[in-house]
């Protein structure tokens, strides 16, 4: 997806997406709990996650095709609970170190570039001669993480997003191996090739889910 709008022209407000949750210390973003500490919330994430998780898993078919409209769908039942704009593009601007991902009033015109060129090019996700499956991971991943279109749980939301193409493709779930033995290098490898991803080089990438489906085949 080369064609995404990345200029700086102008920043938007952030609204009630750049607030943070009162009594948290700038830890938590605002939330409909009222939860103020970071690890209670990164409970809560989770296990909201997992069951939304499950649920898709029984209702997206071999036949579906990813969308724009779905992916906010899917932000929306994960974190619908938590956040009043859960579902919603994000209103702030984001950004990692010296990296700044593309201003967010460029998001929605960026989520329909990608919807156009990548989502419909790649999904329904199904193996055949033309399109490795790893390679269609790591096209999908990275542009979306460069659009980064939410105010929180990009990097969920696009993982759970490949989980739904490998069971689209008929494989096992992809094992990231975030947590446990080895997670730090794992963690180190996926960054790295993410970051390759957003220049449009995905060979790294390709490879990181390429073991990632095979830790998935043998779990």
Known sequence: MRRRI???RYRTAGGEQGVM??????????NLLGITRKREMDVAEYETLVAVQEKYLGCVGPDTQMTADLLCQMHRDWLGKLYAWAGCYRTVELAKGKFKWPPAYLVEQNMK???????????????????DISHALAVVHAELL??????EGNGRLARWLADLMAAQA????????FTGRGAQASRAEYLEAVQRGYAGDYRALE????????????A
């Open 170 to 177: 008929g494989l096992y779930l992809p094992k990231y191996q």
């Open 6 to 8: 990345t200029s700086l």
């Open 146 to 151: 460069l659009i980064h279109p939410f105010r």
């Open 113 to 131: 570039v990608f919807e156009r060129e990548t989502l419909i090019r790649f999904t329904p996700c199904w193996p055949d001669a033309a399109t």
């Open 207 to 218: 490879t990181f889910f390429a073991r990632a489906l095979e830790r998935g085949r043998g």
């Open 21 to 30: 949750q009162p009594g948290s210390h700038g830890r938590v973003l605002h």
